[in-house]
């Protein structure tokens, strides 16, 4: 089963809540990102060289009419709610980057709306691939009725991790899911965010990613 077939996930939401239709149904679609050069040098304001990558988080959504946001996780079905005017408490489950986000949206004096999601993807947790900024991406992308640009909405994405969630974090994951281009890497001064793109041979040779948890005994 593919998890990232967009049909089936419209499917899935319209099934999870009835009060949505398949063809209502948006996907946001962040990446995950490899770091080549500069380790632990985006939080001290120095460069970095990042590249997204092809695994990815999806949410599949519908927005709704109320305040309110529920997603389930495709995964285990295991869904958590709130209400965009009363945040919750960050308790340190994985909701709390959607609500993180939210909070910082509403700070920048975005636009929010009430949706309904189904989180999925093929971008593994706590594999250092940066699945908490993938996450921070889709959700702002699925609560801001008009998204900011997206210099904007990486910060946007770093203060809701920061400030909300609680963890001190550099810039380079939010830009670089945010902003990274295929068959690229992308040099980032952290101190001023200028950037520029750097090709990447990619039709010769390939990045490849091992994920330790999973390697086979």
Do not use: K
């Not at 996907?27 to 632990?40: D, K, M, Q, T, Y």
């Not at 949206?105 to 593994?124: C, D, H, M, N, Q």
């Not at 992308?141 to 994405?157: D, F, S």
């Amino acid at each position: 089963m593919n998890p990232l077939d967009p049909d089936r996930l419209r499917r899935h939401v319209a099934e999870t809540y009835p009060d949505v239709a398949a063809s209502g149904v948006t996907i946001a679609r962040a990446p995950g990102r490899v770091n080549l050069i500069g380790e632990h040098t985006d939080y001290n304001q120095g460069y970095v060289l990042p590249a997204a990558i092809g695994l990815e988080t999806w949410l599949a959504f519908a927005p709704t009419p109320d305040r309110r946001v529920t997603i389930a996780l495709e995964a285990t079905g295991e869904a958590a709610s709130f209400d965009l005017d009363a945040l919750p408490t960050p308790s340190g489950a994985w909701i709390d980057y959607v609500a993180g986000v939210a909070w910082s949206l509403a700070e920048l004096g975005t636009p929010l709306r009430g949706v309904r999601g189904l989180l999925a993807g093929t971008l593994p947790i706590s594999a250092g691939l940066s699945s908490s900024a993938a996450l921070e991406l889709a959700s702002a992308l699925a609560l801001a009725r008009q998204p900011p640009e997206p210099v904007e909405l990486a910060l946007a994405c770093q203060r809701a991790e920061n400030e909300w969630v609680g963890v001190s974090c550099g810039i380079m994951d939010q830009f670089a899911v945010t902003l990274g281009a295929s068959a690229a890497a992308m040099l980032l001064d952290c101190r001023s965010l200028e950037h520029q793109s750097v090709p990447l041979p990619l039709t010769e040779h390939a990045i490849v990613v091992c994920d330790r948890a999973r390697r086979g005994g």
